[in-house]
Nanobody, 117 residues
Framework: QVQLVESGGGSVQAGGSLRLSCSAS????????MGWYHQAPGNQRELVAT???????IYADSVKGRFTISRDNSKRTVYLQMNNLKTEDTGVYYC???????????WGQGTQVTVSS
């Protein structure tokens, strides 16, 4: 099992920055892919960015050049640096871990980000 705890959400004006963190705990050693998903009010959850153990990254087009995902494998933590935030970035951000061996996906409880104009 994997437990995920997110932090770093909050309220910011458009153009501002926030940094999200997600720490993993539990018995599973291989957290193959860690990432962040965004759910805007009334919308489905969508991929923001993911990163492999080796540092390979995938970004949604809407955040390229503004957001940076990184991870510290020794701390089992993934980060999302969000710069130049836009009002459409408002919503709940969920941390996700995918384990290749079991093909299981784990989710955090979510952290709210609100960007005002």
């Amino acid at each position: 099992q994997v437990q995920l705890v997110e932090s770093g959400g909050g309220s910011v004006q458009a153009g501002g920055s926030l940094r999200l963190s997600c720490s993993a705990s539990g018995t599973i050693a291989d957290l193959n892919r860690m990432g962040w998903y965004h759910q805007a009010p009334g919308n489905q959850r969508e991929l923001v960015a993911t990163i492999s153990t080796g540092g390979d990254t995938i970004y949604a087009d809407s955040v390229k050049g503004r957001f940076t995902i990184s991870r510290d494998n020794s701390k089992r933590t993934v980060y999302l640096q969000m710069n130049n935030l836009k009002t459409e970035d408002t919503g709940v951000y969920y941390c996700n871990v995918f384990v290749y061996k079991t093909q299981r996906s784990y989710w955090g409880q979510g952290t709210q980000v609100t960007v005002s104009s």
